[in-house]
């Protein structure tokens, strides 16, 4: 009981609180995606998304999907761990994130399996195109150009997919023949890469000093940004539907929570700090005792 005592206290219990709410929410996104009142509104969304422009941002955007894949991050995330164990965190906690991020995995992998939406074939035939085809059989040294953002060295999409794209943005819905589904939720992609950057994030706002001020939160900004980017790049080249993305990220957020409030319960230089402040209080509840003593009649402390 003490112990609980102990860690309301602290701002660890602020962030298991804020991971809690997170997870209901993420649950009950859950529940409502099983009743499929959200299926026409999904599809309105991703029927829009085919209107939209088609260039080389999309192979970027492609090649950059494998930093969100689950053998990618298992990489970063030990790469991480170092950071963290530099930064003067316990090597308990390399455990504990690690334990997260197969959560992530376990989670996607149940929901990928048990759940699923409508996507009429004639949509996904179109969302493809969005998905970069051209890179399918690229040489190397073009993918590589993507990946960095050399633009001007990845070829054109195919003329003919970006008019069938166009094409089927001009279909009305309700003339497409529902024959498959879609199994791709929630969006692994985005949870992980929320996982990985909102701790960064905060160990940012943490460590980095307060002057100047415009590093520091421009840090925190930009891991902030980051941590949202590889859902929001899948739902742009239409790998992932909205339904996909926000469950990712309320399942990342979630899970970013526990770690950030695991690495704050094991801040090395927060337990030296409580260790300092200890022998005052200590003192000062013995000098109390003291005074108190003095002040009762002997037959009374006797």
């Known amino acids: 009981m003490q112990k609980i005592i102990a860690l309301r206290q602290t701002p660890a219990f602020g962030w298991l609180v804020a991971s809690g709410i997170v997870g209901l929410l993420f649950i009950l996104y859950t529940i409502v995606f099983m009743t499929g009142a959200l299926d026409t509104s999904t599809l309105q969304v991703e029927h829009w998304l085919l209107g939209r422009p088609v260039s080389g941002l999309d192979c970027t955007f492609y090649e950059w999907r494998h930093v969100g894949e689950a053998q990618t991050c298992l990489v970063l995330m030990l790469v991480l761990s170092g950071i963290y164990l530099l930064a003067g965190f316990r090597r308990r906690v390399v455990l504990y994130l690690f334990i997260l991020l197969g959560l992530s995995v376990i989670i996607e992998i149940?929901?990928?399996?048990?759940l699923?939406?409508?996507?009429?074939?004639?949509?996904?035939?179109?969302?493809?195109?969005?998905?970069?085809?051209?890179l399918q059989n690229a040489p190397s040294s073009q993918r590589a150009a993507a990946f960095v953002g050399l633009l001007g060295r990845v070829p054109a999409a195919p003329v003919n997919q970006v008019s069938w794209l166009r094409t089927v943005a001009q279909m009305p819905l309700s003339t497409m023949t529902l024959s498959e589904y879609s199994k791709s939720y929630p969006a692994g992609h985005a949870a992980r890469w929320c996982l990985l950057c909102l701790p960064v994030a905060w160990l940012c706002w943490q460590r980095v000093?307060?002057?100047p001020l415009a590093l520091r939160t421009l840090l925190t900004l930009f891991f902030g940004v980051l941590a949202f980017m590889g859902g929001f790049m899948?739902?742009?080249i239409a790998a992932h539907l909205l339904t996909d993305t926000i469950a990712g990220y309320l399942l990342g957020i979630c899970l970013a929570c526990c770690a950030i409030a695991v690495l704050s319960l094991n801040d090395k230089r927060g337990i030296a700090r409580d260790a300092v402040s200890l022998p005052s209080m200590e003192q000062g509840r013995?000098?109390?005792?003291?005074?108190a003593e003095k002040d009762v009649p002997g037959h009374l402390r006797s």
């Open 209 to 211: 000093r307060p002057r």
């Open 116 to 134: 699923h939406a409508p996507l009429p074939d004639t949509l996904r035939s179109g969302m493809t195109v969005l998905s970069c085809p051209q």
């Open 234 to 236: 899948q739902f742009y």
């Open 286 to 291: 013995s000098h109390a005792d003291y005074r």
């Open 110 to 114: 149940v929901g990928k399996t048990l």
